[in-house]
């Protein structure tokens, strides 16, 4: 069966850096643009970026850009989030995800059909 499972987060303080990885199984990998999405306290899903697997183009959220890299290693099955000169407001849950696209009626339809448990990143002093 698929499965995500997310590691690597921890308390850092604001200005550090963590990296989090994504362990994946019972599916092609290679096959998939794979996401990471964040939970802050309180509020709702935010997407953080994506990587596609082919060309590698990565896509972020502007609140995360030019501090968060998304890397990937297909062979491996795994999914990686390097996050650099964090800030008490990157505290969250975060996710890795599937992304499956389907054309449907003449546009693309995305959804993520797979979650891992997530993993807490918590940003003090």
């Known amino acids: 069966q698929v499965q995500l499972v997310e590691s690597g987060g921890g308390l850092v303080q604001p200005g550090g850096s963590l990296r989090l990885s994504c362990a994946t199984s019972g599916f092609t990998f290679s096959n998939y643009v794979m996401s990471w999405v964040r939970q802050a306290p309180g509020k709702g899903l935010e997407w953080v970026g994506e990587?596609?697997?082919?060309?590698?183009?990565?896509y972020y959220a502007d609140s995360v850009k030019g501090r968060f890299a998304i890397s990937r290693d297909n062979a491996k099955n795994m999914l990686y989030l390097e996050m650099n000169s964090l800030k008490p407001e990157d505290t969250a849950l975060y996710y890795c995800?599937?992304?499956?696209?389907?054309?449907?009626?003449?546009?693309?339809?995305?959804?993520?059909?797979?979650w891992g448990q997530g993993t807490q990143v918590t940003v003090s002093s």
């Open positions: 995800a599937r992304k499956e696209s389907e054309y449907s009626g003449g546009s693309w339809l995305d959804r993520y059909d797979y």
């Open positions: 990587m596609n697997p082919v060309s590698k183009l990565t």
